[in-house]
């Protein structure tokens, strides 16, 4: 009875179960940090072999399909050995480095050696983007198999697989296909001049509302000022410069024009390229009164037909973005001709047609109206200059021409 009552070796017995099972949750919580730095060097280097196999295919290089898998190898490659070069908490410098575990014994270096434990499966796919272009889409899986120290294995685990994926595209053509419709006021006021000097003239009539009963009649007088046409000219010519400069070739825009004054005049077609447009607002010519309407209705049927996107499909493939420029530099003789105006802007906008609006030296009727059929305050300027309206059409023709590059992890 004695024996049994005696407790002075339950300390030792109890430490002899429980001293496993101590040194097993220590091996745990050093593999689980081991394994976090390990996942997130992984990721960084899936990451980095992917977008550099993504940016290699659309280089001026132009590496085929092997050649970019095994640039992302490399890639992984040297980052595993920036990895295993990290020094970390535990770690000598000089010489080898060794993690002592806890239980006295030397542990691999804490940075893996991936080059003998990883696996990388890479599938790069190309598929046809627009006339003439690929889109490339870069897949890298990335595994390794993490040992786990001794203690660990005295759970009966001794290793784990880390698995990181990493996705990225490029494209060798990046231009959006587009289709641009200009409905431009020509009234009689737009011969009125502007406070810009017409330096290639010595003289010239220059009409204002105030001496406007005169025309055509009034004298010549110096200095000879731009008129509002002419300024209009100038900046139709710089926004379609915009989209020459994007599109050499004709491939991706179309662009079309139509003039108003108290009717709509006779509207051009769309066509591939500038020079359609261009030459039909060279032609304008400054007379009448103003109605907008029919105009922009014109317009919207014109970017809206189907015919539009089954031409871009043959030629490039993509769905056009649909863009009407409205511009006017006063306001409609008719009330109704607002309100005309103002339904064919909601259908437009509703239909996903993009709509820009420039008022140039316009009264507040006309700026309330073209400011409702912008699609967005971005999409309004307002234009007391002809330099100013210049710099509007420009920056039109610079966001319609934008290029949409495409690299994402």
């Known amino acids: ?83 295993s070069g990290t020094d970390l908490p535990g770690e000598e410098k000089g010489g080898t480095a060794t993690r002592r575990a806890p239980d006295g014994e030397a542990a691999a270096a804490a940075a893996p050696q991936w080059d003998d434990t990883n696996t990388t499966e890479i599938v790069i796919t190309e598929t046809p983007n627009g006339a ?52 431009l006021d020509r009234s009689g006021s737009m011969a009125w001049k502007t406070n810009t000097v017409n330096t290639a003239k010595a003289s010239c ?98 970017v809206i037909a189907g015919t539009e996107d089954s031409a871009h499909s043959a030629k490039n493939g993509q769905v056009p973005t649909k863009y009407i420029v409205f511009m006017t530099d006063g306001e409609n003789n008719y009330a109704n001709d607002d309100s005309v105006t103002k339904q064919w802007c909601d259908t437009a906008k509703a239909n996903k047609v993009q709509i820009y609006s420039v008022a140039f030296m316009a009264p507040d009727r006309g700026q309330k109206l073209l400011k409702y059929c912008a699609s967005s305050s971005s999409h309004y300027f307002e234009a007391d200059e002809a330099s100013d309206l210049v710099a509007a059409f420009k920056a039109i023709g610079e966001r319609a021409a934008a290029l949409a590059s495409r690299l994402t992890k």
Not at 170 to 176: D, G, H, I, L, V
Not at 218 to 236: E, F, M, N, Q
Not at 259 to 278: H, M
């Open 1 to 83: 009875m004695t024996m049994l009552r005696d407790r002075g070796g339950n300390f030792g017995m109890m430490t002899a179960l429980v001293a496993p099972l101590l040194l097993a949750v220590g091996g745990v919580s050093v593999d689980v940090a081991n394994m976090l730095m390990t996942k997130s060097q992984l990721q960084d280097a899936t990451d980095a072999a992917a977008l550099a196999a993504a940016s290699a295919l659309v280089s001026d290089a132009k590496p085929d399909i092997e050649e970019a898998k095994a640039l992302a190898r490399k890639f992984l490659k040297s980052q595993a050995a920036t990895a």
């Open 205 to 302: 009539p220059n009409y204002t509302e105030a001496n406007w009963s005169k025309f055509p009649k009034l004298g010549a007088t110096s200095p000879c000022y731009v008129t509002k046409v002419d300024a209009l000219k100038a900046a139709v010519g710089d926004l379609l410069a915009q989209l020459v400069t994007a599109d050499p070739q004709a491939t991706y825009v179309r662009t079309g024009a139509v003039s108003y004054n108290s009717a709509q005049d006779a509207a051009s077609n769309l066509s591939w390229g500038t020079k359609g447009a261009a030459d039909y607002v060279d032609a304008l010519v400054a007379t009448g009164g103003t109605a907008s309407g029919g105009a922009f209705k014109t317009a919207y049927q014109k």
């Open 132 to 183: 003439k272009g690929k889109t490339f889409q870069v897949a890298v899986a990335n595994k390794h198999l993490l040992q786990f120290n001794a203690m660990t294995r005295l759970l009966g685990q001794d290793s784990i697989e880390l698995e990181t994926r990493s996705v990225a595209e490029s494209a060798t053509e990046s231009k959006n296909a587009l289709s641009m419709y200009l409905v």
